[in-house]
Structure formats: structure tokens, C-alpha cells
């Protein structure tokens, strides 16, 4: 298992600003994924962070918008750049570990951000 | 990534048994089929995974009938916490890519 932890957990920011999300594993993991969620909808993929590589970015997402860090196995950052109120979402980093009978995915509390 | 396809909501009461059934027309045949919770204001959490027949934890029970082009989730006696959103997903054991349908939103009621 893992146990992730996101800072902050929420926060209100005014247009063309931008803030970075800070994503802690308690182990040491390959891959870590950052996730966004709009109001009322499913899940995104955003980018997948790999620890000395750069991230790969998803389609409609981009790394001038999405700029994400990943400088060891337990730690990520993700900034949403410029932002404009369509950003305001909730964005959640996970991992993926494997327990031996399966791949799972452990995900972060989630960052609630609301643009202004 | 095969689509999934399960109904929006659900209501249900305290103590009954729920069953969500998703459906994955076009499974291929390396796909695994998963589950996840996700409460209000927290990240999804993985509940079950199969392949085929039925497995059962010490959460839920997943059925899948041998043409695996459906599968169900059964919650047994539910109560006021199970309240959540429940995705349906369907790919490779190792794909790190999980594409989020709309989910099931599990209303319990007392």
C-alpha cells in the first residue's frame, strides 16, 4: 500500500496567478501520476511523472501549462501556470503500486483549487 | 481502453445488498476489470480487480460471466458510509493509464 499526502489541501487564487501542489509518498515509488477533476465530473489524467525523466504530458494538457517536478521516489509538484478560473478543479497525484497479486492505484486526498 | 458503460446513480438502504453492473462490450482478452470508491472530497480507492468468474475480498464481490463483456459489483449490507461514486474500469493489468468513466453515485439511506 501507500499513503500519499497533498499540500495544500485547498486553496482560492486570483487569475494569472499560479500555484504549485506539492504530492509526498510515505515509500519509495517508480511512477506517479497527477490526476484533475472538474466540479461535478470524472477523472483526468494530466501527466505521468517518472523520477529523472521528463513527464509525459497527455493529450489537451501541456508542460508550459502543467509544469510538474519529480526530483525523487516519493516526492512530486505539479503548478497549474497562469491560471484562469477554468482551472478551478480538484487535481490529485497517485501512484501505482503492485501487491503482488495486482496493480493498484493510491491516490492523494486531492488539492481543491478554485480560481477567481 | 474498452468503454464502460454503468448507470449514473443508485439508491439503496441500510442493510440491502447493491449491485452494479457495468458493461464492456469490448473487453479484449489481456483486459483486467477494477473498481474504485471515491467519497466526497477524498481520491478514488481501489476496491476489487478481476478477470473472469468471481472474486471476493473482505469489501465487495465481483462477478463476471464468461463472455466477460459485463461485470458486477456487489456490496453486501451496505450502510450510511458506503454513500460514494463507484468506477467501473477496464484495462491491462499493468496499464498506469486509468480512464475514469462517469462512475455510479451509490446513494444509502437510513
Known amino acids: 500500500s501507500a499513503v500519499i499526502s497533498q499540500k495544500p489541501s485547498r486553496d482560492i487564487c486570483q487569475r494569472g496567478t499560479s500555484l504549485t501542489i506539492q504530492c509526498q509518498v510515505d515509500?519509495?515509488?517508480?511512477?506517479m501520476f497527477w490526476y484533475r477533476q472538474q466540479p461535478g465530473q470524472s477523472l483526468t489524467l494530466i501527466a505521468t511523472a517518472n523520477q529523472g525523466s521528463e513527464a509525459t504530458y497527455e493529450s489537451g494538457f501541456v508542460i508550459d501549462k502543467f509544469p510538474i517536478s519529480r526530483p525523487n521516489l516519493t516526492f512530486s509538484t505539479l503548478t497549474v501556470s497562469n491560471m484562469s478560473p477554468e482551472d478551478s478543479s480538484i487535481y490529485l497525484c497517485?501512484?501505482?503500486?503492485?501487491?503482488?497479486?495486482?496493480?493498484?492505484?493510491?491516490f492523494g486526498p486531492g488539492t481543491r483549487l478554485t480560481v477567481t | 481502453l474498452a468503454k464502460t458503460t454503468q448507470p449514473i446513480s443508485m439508491d439503496s438502504y441500510e442493510g440491502q445488498e447493491v449491485n452494479i453492473t457495468c458493461s464492456h462490450n469490448?473487453?479484449?482478452?489481456?483486459?483486467?476489470i477494477t473498481w474504485y470508491q471515491q467519497f466526497p472530497s477524498q481520491g478514488p480507492r481501489f476496491i476489487i480487480q478481476g478477470y473472469k468468474t468471481k472474486v471476493t475480498n473482505e469489501v465487495a464481490s465481483l462477478f463476471i460471466p464468461a463472455d466477460r463483456k459485463s461485470s458486477t459489483l456487489s456490496l453486501p449490507r451496505v450502510s450510511l458510509s458506503d454513500t460514494a461514486v463507484y468506477y467501473c474500469l477496464v484495462a491491462l493489468l499493468n496499464d498506469y493509464k486509468l480512464s475514469f468513466g462517469a462512475g455510479t453515485t451509490v446513494t444509502v439511506r437510513a
Open positions: 497517485s501512484v501505482e503500486v503492485w501487491d503482488g497479486s495486482s496493480y493498484e492505484q493510491y
Open positions: 515509500s519509495q515509488v517508480t511512477m
Open positions: 469490448n473487453i479484449a482478452t489481456n483486459d483486467y
